[in-house]
């Protein structure tokens, strides 16, 4: 029998409900992803691209799902059929998150904004500082190892939360338009991060607009045999 795919989902859709009223509804094309492959997730502003990613890291859910159908199974378990606090403990260590936006508190230093939010998680504080520096010097970053948040530039941050993303390990990794706003220099060190996770048998789903971005990623990791295309209704 041949092992299951890394991630399928099947019959997923989204209502965006308001004070209890059915907003509009999105359906999500079916897909499968294996280890170590990567998929891109395209479509204009306001197609869903963000809205899907929330729901495959388990993170978000939708009066449109039908449980006896509806499926977003990861190496075979159904994620639908846990409860929120079943589905919010598989992040960090098997679904990895890249926000859009960056989250750094000001208050602490790069390690500990990268190391302290998985421990409570992962628990394991120096197997993650061990990590955690090691792919702060593969992304350049290990002169900053002690500076505040405050102190970095946009790519650097952006840099910061994607090694926050890949310390514990995950299975699958989620990254929605990780190179929004960043220069080419820091873009392109963001995909070598993301294509060497991918090439070390992760499972990788990037939702981006960004042209040259998709190159960057497309000359370096093995690719799905198809984008997904959303479409704004």
């Not at 075979?76 to 679904?95: C, E, F, K, V, W």
């Not at 970095?152 to 910061?160: D, I, P, T």
Request: charged letters at 20%; glycine letters at 6%.
């Amino acid at each position: 029998m041949p092992a299951p795919h890394l991630l399928e989902v099947a019959k997923l859709s989204h209502c965006y409900d308001s004070l209890g009223a059915r907003g509009r509804r999105i359906e999500f094309p079916d897909f499968t992803l294996d280890a170590g492959a990567m998929l891109l997730l395209r479509g204009a502003s306001g197609s869903g691209k963000s809205t899907l990613l929330q729901r495959l890291a388990g993170a978000r859910t939708s009066s449109a799902d039908v449980f006896d159908s509806t499926r977003i199974s990861l190496r075979g378990q159904n994620i639908l059929a846990l409860s929120q606090a079943q589905r919010d403990a598989l992040r960090p260590t098997t679904i990895g998150w890249i926000p859009q936006r960056v989250h750094l508190l000001n208050s602490l230093n790069v390690i500990d904004n990268i190391v302290l939010p998985i421990a409570l998680s992962v628990g394991s504080k120096a197997m993650l500082r061990q990590r955690a520096l090691e792919l702060l010097e593969r992304a350049g970053l290990s002169a900053l190892v002690s500076a505040k948040s405050t102190e970095l530039s946009v790519g650097q941050a952006a840099r910061c939360c994607v090694i926050r993303a890949l310390i514990a390990q995950p299975k699958l990794l989620l990254a929605d338009e990780p190179s929004a706003a960043l220069d080419s220099q820091s873009a392109q060190a963001i995909a070598q991060l993301l294509c060497d996770f991918c090439s070390a048998g992760g499972g990788l789903i990037v939702a981006t607009h960004d042209e040259p971005f998709q190159q960057q990623l497309r000359s370096h990791c093995a690719t799905a045999p198809a984008d997904i295309e959303l479409s704004a209704a």
